[in-house]
């Protein structure tokens, strides 16, 4: 701590040299001009990258696809641009599939990772000192490895002729399978290997929230409970469950809203014929060059995310406040 | 309690396995033999040395070094900032706005982001024809905007935890704010930034979603190899490449914590004694 020992030894009659007024015109001049810059700076980048791209993709998406470049073009005249893209997305069910697709394999995700997420967050909560850094670590470490690598390690357990997939076919084969010995058990392409993946993906998201929430809690409360008689998943349910609701609904958030919109997963481990809305997205936007109608499956997306994200940012800072 | 922690015990173990496994099988696998990714064949490490004879690969990941070098550094910077102004700035016209757009690139669907973003660039050229293509500039410029929201996440908490006397103390001496900034706030907060940037370099140099819509000819990210090789299937040379990379990330991260850990025990250390020394 340079800046302690440094203080000690400046002279106290150096400061006052110039006339007071003067110099504290000065200091509000310069401190003005360092607030402005540090909060101009991202504030513009922000705008310029961030907000207005959205601005185009709503204008986009009130326009018409032509062949041209860019492919879209609009009305000579008010008001330019019109709704039917909206109306041909709420009339044909490849949409309203790929969102029904979306928001269900995207909710039994998040139940999932809830299911598995909750008892860990708690768990790591309720340990100590060296161990609870060390399982955090643990949490982290897949948050930072590369995402797209795991979802190809699953792939690889799930391929059938894997050590996974044949262990789990001999356990089915000797247990509970009635009819002929199956081969392996076809689970790439299939709806449980994208919830699974989607599950795996996002689990670190749900942790880390409900970890940190649950880590405030204070224990006396469940201790006096139990004291008074209560039995600890009398405790649970009483008093960590109804406390910990924000970090619940914090990490289902985090995991649902992105998942919605989950490209990648689906694609490597899906079944071809349930695309999910990123999916069609994509489909629409690369392969049949109709810029405007991904652009408003888009803005339709992020207009159905609304209130989810309304939702989390509410949560979200109470659980700060908390 | 016994009967909870035997559950919570499982649950963890459950977890972790969960975590774990698929990562230790690839591992395992990528020292396989054999040209089936997933029976064993033998030990071998041919695929290791087959990967670096990739010229594909290797300038995938050089490029995919560069961008996430130079848009980590960037997006480091206005992170900081941004972290800084809503930790300390209570009050300024938009903040509200400030704060969702700082927010939002967080639990944005990448497609979306994506999509938004290309759209942004091909309006430009027809405005004001920059970028005359999308390539390595489009991709920094969009890797600089979403990773600046995780980088600002942890600024902003770091700020908010900070003491200000300091800083004051060095003002009220007649520093310039430039200057308290480089010389007290700076070394102090230099941890939180040193982790703001790993998160920020490992986020720009993992995406694929958004890279692959503001990528253009030519410009192939180490992500967008992987992904156009896997979706053929699985390949023994991916299982090497991919056993490599999540062998470097997990030792940055694992040292970068310890350092972490030791730099705040040290801090901890020095503002006891400060204390101590001034009483």
Redesign the interface.
Do not use: H
């Given at each position: 701590?340079a800046?302690?020992a440094a203080?000690d030894s400046?002279p106290a009659g150096?400061?006052s040299e110039d006339a007071p007024v003067a110099?504290g015109f000065r200091?509000w001049l310069?401190?003005k001009?360092?607030?402005d810059?540090?909060?101009a700076?991202?504030?513009l980048?922000?705008?310029l990258?961030?907000?207005?791209?959205?601005l185009?993709?709503f204008a986009?998406s009130l326009g018409q696809a032509t062949i041209a470049q860019?492919p879209v073009e609009f009305a000579a005249e008010w008001p330019y641009g019109s709704l039917d893209n909206y109306r041909l997305i709420a009339s044909d069910s490849l949409y309203i599939g790929g969102y029904l697709n979306s928001l269900i394999y995207a909710s039994i995700s998040t139940f999932f990772c809830l299911l598995?997420?909750y008892?860990?967050a708690?768990?790591?909560a309720?340990s100590r000192g060296s161990t609870r850094?060390l399982?955090l670590?643990?949490?982290?470490?897949?948050f930072?490895?590369?995402?797209?690598?795991?979802v190809?390690?699953?792939?690889?357990?799930l391929?059938n002729?894997?050590?996974?997939n044949q262990g789990l076919t001999w356990i089915y084969n000797h247990s509970f399978n009635f009819g002929p010995p199956l081969n392996a058990i076809p689970m790439m392409n299939t709806d449980f290997a994208v919830i699974l993946g989607i599950t795996?993906s996002y689990?670190p998201f749900m942790?880390l929230p409900l970890y940190a929430t649950l880590e405030r809690l204070d224990l006396t409360l469940n201790e006096a409970a139990m004291d008074l008689g209560s039995r600890?998943?009398e405790g649970?349910k009483d008093i960590t469950l109804p406390l910990s609701i924000p970090g619940i609904i914090a990490g289902s958030?985090?995991v649902f809203?992105?998942a919605?919109?989950?490209?990648?997963i689906p694609?490597?481990m899906g079944r071809a014929d349930s695309p999910m809305i990123?999916r069609v997205?994509?489909d629409e936007?690369s392969l049949n060059r109709d810029?405007p109608v991904?652009?408003a499956i888009?803005v339709a997306?992020?207009l159905m995310?609304v209130v989810p994200?309304m939702i989390?940012?509410h949560y979200q800072s109470r659980a700060d406040v908390a | 309690?016994k009967?909870?922690s035997i559950?919570?015990?499982s649950?963890?173990l459950?977890?972790?396995a969960?975590?774990?496994?698929?990562?230790f099988?690839?591992i395992f696998?990528s020292f396989n033999k054999s040209r089936?990714?997933?029976?064993w064949g033998g030990f071998s490490t041919e695929w290791y040395g087959k990967l670096f004879a990739n010229d594909q690969v290797i300038a995938a990941a050089l490029l995919s070094l560069k961008i996430a070098l130079i848009s980590a550094t960037l997006a480091t910077i206005?992170?900081t900032?941004?972290g800084?102004?809503l930790a300390?700035?209570r009050r300024?016209s938009?903040r509200t706005l400030?704060s969702g757009?700082?927010?939002?690139?967080l639990?944005?669907?990448?497609?979306?982001?994506g999509?938004?973003?290309l759209?942004?660039f091909?309006?430009m050229r027809?405005l004001i024809g920059w970028p005359e293509r999308n390539g390595f500039a489009t991709i920094t410029?969009?890797h600089?905007?979403f990773t600046?929201s995780y980088i600002?996440v942890v600024m902003q908490s770091r700020f908010s935890t900070l003491d200000v006397s300091?800083e004051e103390?060095?003002?009220?001496?007649?520093a310039?704010?430039?200057k308290v900034?480089f010389?007290?706030t700076l070394p102090i907060v230099a941890p939180a930034i040193v982790s703001g940037f790993l998160l920020g370099f490992?986020i720009s140099?993992?995406d694929?979603?958004i890279t692959s819509f503001t990528s253009g000819p030519g410009a192939n990210t180490l992500?967008m190899v992987?992904?156009s090789k896997?979706?053929l299937g699985?390949n023994p040379e991916?299982?090497a490449l991919?056993s490599l990379?999540?062998a470097v990330?997990?030792s940055g991260?694992?040292i970068s914590?310890i350092y972490m850990?030791q730099a705040e025990k040290r801090r901890q250390r020095?503002?006891q004694?400060?204390v101590q020394?001034?009483e």
């Open positions: 701590m800046g302690i203080s400046v150096r400061v110099r200091q310069d401190r001009a360092w607030r810059t540090i909060i700076t991202p504030f980048w922000l705008l990258f961030f907000l207005l791209p959205f185009i993709i986009i860019p598995i997420g008892p860990m708690l768990a790591i309720r850094n399982l670590l643990l949490v982290i470490l897949p930072w490895t590369s995402f797209l690598l795991r190809y390690a699953w792939m690889g357990l391929s002729n894997s050590w996974f795996y689990l942790v600890p998943v649970f958030m985090l809203i992105p919605t919109g989950e490209l990648v694609s490597l990123g997205i994509n936007f810029w991904a652009s888009a997306l992020l995310l994200i989390y940012n | 309690m009967q909870r559950f919570l015990l649950c963890l459950f977890g972790y969960f975590f774990y496994i698929p990562i099988s690839m696998f089936l990714a997933t029976v206005f992170g900032m941004a800084m102004a300390r700035f300024f938009g400030f757009l700082v927010s939002a690139p639990i944005m669907p990448e497609v979306i982001t999509l938004s973003m759209l942004l091909v309006s027809d410029i969009a600089i905007t600046m600002s300091l103390a060095a003002q009220d001496l007649g310039k704010p430039l900034f010389v007290i490992t140099i993992d694929l979603v992500p992987i992904f896997v979706r699985l991916i299982n991919a990379i999540i990330v997990a991260v694992i914590t850990a020095d503002m004694m400060a020394a001034n």
